[in-house]
């Protein structure tokens, strides 16, 4: 669990381009790297065992001796593709490759809950954050309204492509109420909100805030943010450049709509 944020407006083509053409890359590594064992007969008979296992599992319903044939040759087939000699070069391959589409992702970032719960701490040590106010309640659902009819509100209006449903007009006035109560500040804007980055509940970062969140750390000098990174995350390898990758997220969201929290 953790925290998966996404900046509010889309790639651009050049940037989805480069980012489909990593997918492929990826998808070409892993199908590479599962595809070395296949040609073993010890690999061959555990999948056909596997295989029909799995077929009278699905025929009879499950059994513990079935179960058992099922894991048995699972785990056969697993040793046999981690011990082929080429193994570790094309995992290495699959791993370059992963990395690559994680950063042609540009609209995506992700704390687990210890890193984002370190960095609301430096940022706020930083003056990055607002803190103290009095956060206003989230809109309640109106008497007639049901979830689905607020997901069909929320497709018609950001995608311009329901399912082809009558969009309740009280569930399009919720979703506008909705979407105001999740970019709400404290005006005016001096700093991200700080409830913004303490929950999951798709709250929308303004690039308001994230314009005066980077002023305020910018006031600082390099060695006042290191000492506060290291007091926070002791001495991690990567704690400086993976500040250095969140700081250059911000400054992409700032002119891209802001970013989403979920």
Not at 37 to 56: E, I, N, V
Request: no cysteine; charged share 25%.
């Amino acid at each position: 669990m953790g925290y998966d944020m996404y900046i509010h407006d889309p790639m651009t083509d050049e940037e989805e381009a480069a980012h489909r053409r990593a997918r492929e890359a990826f998808d070409a590594a892993v199908r590479e790297r599962d595809g070395l064992p296949q040609t073993l007969p010890q690999y061959q008979d555990a999948k056909r065992r596997l295989d029909a296992a799995s077929a009278r599992m699905e025929k009879e319903g499950r059994s513990t001796e079935l179960s058992k044939m099922v894991i048995e040759a699972g785990e056969e087939m697993r040793h046999l593709a981690v011990s082929h000699p080429g193994y570790e070069a094309a995992q290495q391959k699959v791993d370059a490759a992963y990395e690559a589409l994680q950063a042609t992702d540009v609209s995506y970032f992700r704390f687990n809950i210890h890193g984002m719960g370190v960095y609301r701490t430096v940022m706020d040590a930083l003056g990055m954050l607002v803190t103290g106010y009095p956060q206003p309640s989230f809109p309640e659902l109106p008497d007639g309204v049901t979830w689905e009819d607020v997901d069909a509100a929320v497709e018609e209006a950001n995608l311009g492509a329901g399912d082809g449903l009558p969009v309740k007009a009280a569930a399009a006035v919720y979703v506008k109420e909705l979407n105001a109560h999740l970019a709400w500040h404290p005006e005016p804007a001096s700093g991200i909100a700080a409830h913004k980055l303490g929950s999951n509940d798709g709250w929308l970062v303004t690039p308001a805030e994230i314009e005066a969140a980077l002023a305020a750390y910018r006031t600082h000098s390099a060695p006042q943010v290191m000492t506060l990174l290291r007091a926070a995350l002791g001495d991690e390898d990567d704690s400086h450049s993976h500040w250095i990758e969140w700081i250059t997220y911000l400054e992409r969201a700032r002119v891209r709509g802001g970013f989403k929290v979920h």
